[in-house]
Structures are given as structure tokens and as C-alpha cells.
Nanobody, 115 residues
Framework: QVQLVESGGGLVQPGGSLRLSCAASRISFWLYDMRWYRQAPGKQRELVAT???????NYADSVKGRFTISRDNAQNTVYLQMNSLKPEDTAVYYC?????????WGQGTQVTVSS
């Protein structure tokens, strides 16, 4: 059974940093495009960042220059480094793996930015 397990969420003050991790199992990780999504209370889930199997990256305008997505294919893990966090970054962050019609989701990790 494919598993995506996120970790690294928590409570941080505005201006702080967090690094999220998503460990994948039972997939050919290096082939998959990996994404981070987030969903704030009462809002739709939104795409935050993408890294392709070839390690090309793309970001939502709201996080450009603050967030960095990366991957370690040897560890089957994708990361999201989040700097200069703002209260509006508060959300549940989800890891997503996609290859063609195959798509898998993690269970989510809560990020709360508050003083």
C-alpha cells in the first residue's frame, strides 16, 4: 500500500521558519511529480509548490521567494522549506504524488503561524 507521511508541522511565530517533510513508500518515487498543497479553514485546497521528477520547480505567487521545495530521491522524501512565515500561511499542508493517472495524498500536517 502506497503511503505518504508528512511531518514537521507545528506552531511558529510570524517571521519564523519550518521545514515540512513527506516520506513516500511503495512507489517509484523518482518518477513522480511531487506537490505540496494547503487548505485553510473555510477555504479551498490550493497548490503551493511543485517539483517534477526532473526537479523543475514551480510556486504559487503567494509563497515565491519564501518557500523552497526540494526532493531527495535516495530517501524517497520531498521537503518544503518555509521561511518568513505569515499568519495567512496557517493551514493543513498536504503532500501529493502524481504520475499520469496515479495520484496519492498524505494525511496532512498542521502549520499554525501566530504570535
Amino acid at each position: 500500500q502506497v503511503q505518504l507521511v508528512e511531518s514537521g508541522g507545528g506552531l511558529v511565530q510570524p517571521g519564523g521558519s519550518l521545514r515540512l517533510s513527506c516520506a513516500a513508500s511503495r512507489i517509484s518515487f523518482w518518477l513522480y511529480d511531487m506537490r505540496w498543497y494547503r487548505q485553510a479553514p473555510g477555504k479551498q485546497r490550493e497548490l503551493v509548490a511543485t517539483i517534477t521528477g526532473g526537479s523543475s520547480t514551480n510556486y504559487a505567487d503567494s509563497v515565491k521567494g519564501r518557500f523552497t521545495i526540494s526532493r531527495d530521491n535516495a530517501q524517497n522524501t520531498v521537503y518544503l522549506q518555509m521561511n518568513s512565515l505569515k499568519p495567512e500561511d496557517t493551514a493543513v499542508y498536504y503532500c501529493n504524488a502524481r504520475l499520469g493517472y496515479q495520484e496519492y495524498w498524505g494525511q496532512g500536517t498542521q502549520v499554525t503561524v501566530s504570535s
